[in-house]
């Protein structure tokens, strides 16, 4: 089942803006993680955030989470067209499965 | 980086076959593999969990019989969708964990479309 929604489902900027998604969660988490999928592509991850950390740069990824919210942001900076693609959040929960849940995703379109 | 290989990529056959994904890390020690289902446009649903050497450990709603899961060593989880029917279509991505602890990024494979037709 999924863990949480992410907002917005779908977003289109244009190049060099910045495109912020956000994912909101249930549960009580171990981490959160970001993770990007092109097309008919499996998952390459992005960023993982552990519950006691607020804040994670990575180049142009700028990763928020509030636990007292059960929320995430993903912030991509100067945006290219290809950041063309979907972008999931996941959370591993606190019991040692090692599954994540995933949320509902943003397609996100970065028009040249 | 950790690199896992999924295959094939494609699969197209007729209803009543079974079909059997496959799913490799290559360059390191997968003590737990997923297996995830996503259907067009939407997010991955946790299918099983897939731990080596032991039963797969099935989400809710999985039918264990239609989703036959094998983890026979540290680099293998094999899927077989077995009696596959066209609602079987869907699109299946592996992943991997590997021996450094929970707080580490899961490693997928490139996906397996399958069709029945």
């Known amino acids: 089942s999924q863990q949480g929604e992410e907002d917005p489902q779908a977003l289109s900027i244009q190049e060099g803006e910045n495109a912020t998604m956000n994912c909101s969660y249930k549960t009580s988490i171990n981490n959160l993680q970001w993770y990007r999928q092109n097309s008919g592509r499996g998952l390459v991850h992005l960023i993982l955030?552990?519950?006691?950390?607020r804040e994670k740069h990575s180049g142009r990824l700028r990763v928020t989470l509030d636990t007292s919210k059960k929320s995430s942001s993903l912030l991509i900076t100067a945006s290219r067209a290809a950041d063309t693609a979907s972008y999931f959040c996941a959370t591993a929960g606190m019991d040692s499965s090692y599954k994540l849940i995933f949320g509902s995703g943003t397609r996100l379109l970065v028009r040249p | 980086g950790a690199v896992v290989s999924q295959h094939p990529s494609r699969v197209i056959c007729k209803s009543g076959t079974s079909v059997k994904i496959e799913c490799r890390s290559l360059d390191f020690q997968a003590t737990t593999m997923f297996w995830y289902r996503q259907f067009p446009k939407q997010s991955l649903m946790l299918m099983a969990t897939s731990n080596e050497g032991s039963k797969a450990t099935y989400e809710q709603g999985v039918e264990k019989d239609k989703f036959l899961i094998n983890h026979a060593s540290l680099t293998l989880s094999t899927l077989t969708v077995t009696s596959a029917h066209p609602e079987d279509s869907s699109f299946y991505i592996c992943?991997?964990?590997?021996?450094?602890?929970?707080?580490?990024?899961?490693?997928f494979g490139d996906g397996t479309r399958l069709s029945i037709l």
């Open positions: 992943s991997a964990s590997g021996l450094q602890g929970i707080n580490q990024p899961q490693h």
């Open positions: 955030i552990r519950s006691n950390e």
